[in-house]
């Protein structure tokens, strides 16, 4: 019998946590080996392994307890990889060589799958003087342009997506030029943004006062903090970005705030982290642990709560001593402050069991009460682990003690601490936990609310047949054993029709005991007015939230996957329409004869031009690409341009958007050079093509201009009725079924994120 709770659950696993040589031959032939690798490997630093290993074993066996997916993924393979999530990289100087090193360094974190995060807010503003070279400032939006192709060249070498975040101050002269960069949306694609927003800041945007846009002892404009504080919201409103940290709060709950000041985040907001600071992150996997669920008794079984999470803690505190890391400065940050962050996954599914409707004050209130058990339960198992092993080096117990954090923790657990010292600075946080989700047999992400109750995907199964599969959310699962087909209880509620101010009182009531932070997306709906949009990032900084990030679908951001729950009757699951993998279904069909255009491209260099030959197909009165073909008498060319000829064709006869074609070719590189064309430099050959692509698109109307997406989809279009558009496809699957999740944009088919 299989140990996994859904098909897609045992796919996730095998795409992307399951040990195999190069060749894809599997290494784990089971869940439960990778479990045993996992254990052995976090057991090896101990004193007892083979000890260890059973009971770290037990807690990864059942999927109680999910390490962040790098640790699933890479322990105990001996592979060249960090285990590690997310980077922040080191401050920024102010000089050329300081920036480009900084450039380097990141490429190097990124090439081992790391994501990163960047304060710009240390480089001169646009149009400052360079002093000895005569020459003024190009600022920081440039050099973040500088990143952005970076980060697309190391995806396109073979490495593992990179995501970043980049930080800016609400002070920086160029912040404003900052809130608006996502307005293009060509630029800064690799990029999440977030505004550093400071108590001075938010005082003076209740009290419409002044705010003066500072560098070093110049004030360089002077300007309303309201009307700063509205173009934020503005932007965000219309592009999801940025995003804003409340840093002055994170600076002052920080329990290492004597050590270290913090001005940046990783990619996805949980890791507010110093220069060179990591994540390590780990999730407790809540509905597993509700017994009696959806009977008058249910319940957390809080005894066993404790016991997971101090297992959990020690896996995590030895996996800070059996990771790699890019570069030294992050192993000594790492090892000398050995910050861990523990958090779950799997909160509304588990509030659903008890009988607790998502959103409401009785569930913000039990949300507090487990938070603040886990809590409690990590910081005594790190005393304890400090005993045995010995606290942080950094450790110092009056300055750790007199953080904003630990003044509300518990007073044994602070006379615990000051006795004996703590193994780790910090140890909770909530990240993106949309693919370990899936894998746990699809459990709610995070603290989120449950997004979709059940939706339907088309699996290519190994005899060429196609099966459809329900993809149905844990919590409904277990309600379908129990109940059969009885409609589903009034207290079961999803991302699209909670009010987004109850998103806001659950990530406060779990943030009051998350000493890092939380990756919490609140899900708006389109139609929401500007005013309320507003008061739900007032409402984040009144009630104690560390950051706020919402999601409002429209014309820019795309719609997210379309649910098929009516808000106002609960009633039995139905399966979302949509929600297919593109590329399993039927390919379009071929006709007799299509339109087409031939294009020359003479590569310098090369001896022979290629003949690029795209047709094109017309559905419902629009046309759109069908099949390319690519010629030239240079040999050296046959066997790749052959090959990447019947990929792309592939793709374009699957239907959807496939305007990510051109993205993805013009982001090559060639590390031999590339060439001058038409006025502008083109990175390879490759690129050429994707640029000759892109042509084409924008000539047939098929896409809006020169790096802008999609302008029309006629496949896209044909819907069934009452069924709304379904946005746009995945990039790694061609599904339709794309989500916002914990900052995250996130295929619920194949796990696939944004951030990687």
Not at 453 to 467: E, F, H, I, P
Not at 634 to 654: C, D, G, K, P, Y
């Amino acid at each position: 019998m299989s140990r996994f709770h859904a098909p897609i659950a045992e796919s996730i696993w095998d795409m992307k946590y399951r040990f195999k040589e190069a060749d894809g031959t599997p290494i784990d032939g089971s869940v439960e080996d990778s479990w045993r690798r996992i254990a052995r490997a976090l057991a090896e630093v101990e004193k007892d392994p083979a000890r260890w290993e059973e009971e770290f074993y037990a807690a990864l066996e059942g999927f109680r307890f999910l390490p962040a997916g790098r640790i699933t993924a890479g322990a105990g393979t001996g592979r060249s990889v960090t285990l590690f999530n997310c980077f922040v990289m080191g401050t920024i100087p102010d000089t050329m060589e300081g920036i480009f090193t900084g450039l380097k360094e990141a490429a190097l974190t990124m090439q081992q799958g790391g994501g990163i995060g960047y304060d710009f807010s240390t480089i001169r503003p646009r149009g400052a003087p360079v002093a000895g070279v005569a020459a003024d400032a190009s600022g920081p939006l440039s050099f973040m342009d500088v990143w952005d192709a970076m980060c697309r060249t190391i995806m396109s070498a073979g490495s593992r997506r990179g995501a970043m975040m980049a930080t800016m101050r609400c002070d920086h002269p160029d912040i404003e030029a900052f809130i608006e960069a996502k307005r293009d949306p060509a630029r800064l694609r690799m990029f999440n943004l977030s505004v550093l927003v400071t108590d001075a800041f938010m005082a003076a945007v209740k009290a419409d006062g002044p705010w003066e846009l500072v560098f070093g002892d110049k004030v360089y404009k002077t300007v309303q903090a309201r009307d700063l504080w509205n173009r934020i919201m503005r932007s965000t409103f219309d592009y999801a970005e940025p995003g804003v940290i409340f840093i002055d709060r994170i600076n002052t709950m920080n329990n290492l705030g004597y050590a270290e000041t913090i001005a940046a985040t990783n990619p996805c907001g949980e890791q507010p982290l110093p220069p060179y600071g990591a994540c390590l992150l780990g999730s407790i996997n809540l509905p597993v642990l509700v017994t009696g669920a959806f009977e008058p008794g249910a319940a957390m079984d809080m005894a066993a709560l404790d016991r997971l999470v101090r297992v959990a803690v020690r896996m995590m505190d030895n996996t800070v001593d059996a990771s790699r890391f890019p570069l030294p400065e992050q192993a000594a940050e790492a090892k000398a402050k050995r910050r861990i962050g523990l958090g779950v996954t799997g909160l509304a599914d588990a509030l659903l069991m008890v009988g607790l409707r998502y959103g409401s004050e009785e569930a913000a209130r039990v949300t507090e009460v487990w938070m603040h058990a886990i809590a409690r339960a990590a910081y005594l198992a790190s005393v304890d682990l400090a005993k045995e092993k010995g606290a942080f080096p950094l450790f110092d117990a009056t300055g750790f003690l007199a953080s904003g954090n630990m003044q509300q923790m518990d007073r044994d657990v602070r006379e615990a601490i000051a006795r004996h010292g703590i193994r780790n600075a910090l140890l909770t946080s909530v990240a993106p936990t949309g693919t370990i989700s899936l894998y746990a047999g699809n459990v709610s992400s995070g603290i989120e609310p449950v997004f979709a109750y059940a939706y339907t995907r088309k699996v290519l199964q190994k005899d060429g047949s196609r099966t459809e599969e329900e993809v149905v959310d844990y919590a409904v699962r277990l309600w379908r054993e129990k109940h059969g087909d009885t409609p589903l209880p009034a207290h079961f509620v999803n991302a699209q029709t909670l009010p987004p101010l109850d998103h806001v009182r659950m990530q406060s009531a779990a943030q009051k005991w998350v000493d890092s932070s939380i990756s919490k997306t609140i899900n708006c709906p389109v139609d929401i007015s500007f005013d309320d949009f507003k008061e739900v990032y007032m409402a984040a900084w009144d009630q104690g939230c560390k950051g706020c990030t919402t999601y409002r679908p429209n014309e820019v951001t795309g719609s997210v996957l379309t649910v098929s729950e009516k808000a106002a009757t609960p009633a039995a699951a139905q399966p979302v329409t949509g929600g297919e993998v593109v590329y399993l279904s039927d390919p379009l069909d071929r006709p007799a004869a299509l339109e087409g255009q031939t294009y020359k491209v003479k590569w310098p260099g090369s001896e022979h031009a290629l003949y690029i030959t795209i047709n094109d197909i017309v559905i419902a009165g629009h046309r759109r690409p069908f099949e390319v073909f690519i010629n030239s008498k240079n040999m050296e060319h046959f066997a790749w341009t052959v090959a990447l000829t019947r990929m792309i064709s592939a793709v374009f006869r699957r239907g959807g958007d496939i305007s990510f074609v051109v993205e993805e070719l013009k982001a090559v590189f060639d590390p031999r050079g590339g060439a001058w064309m038409e006025g502008r430099y083109i990175p390879s050959i490759l690129a050429a093509i994707g640029g000759v692509i892109e042509r084409h698109l924008i000539d047939i109307g098929f896409i809006e201009g020169e790096g802008l997406g999609l302008k029309s989809d006629p496949k896209a279009e044909v819907l069934r009725v009452g069924e709304a558009p379904r946005g746009k496809a995945c990039p790694s699957c061609g599904s339709y079924d794309l989500r916002m999740v914990e900052g995250c944009l996130t295929c619920g088919s194949c796990g696939h994120s944004k951030c990687g």
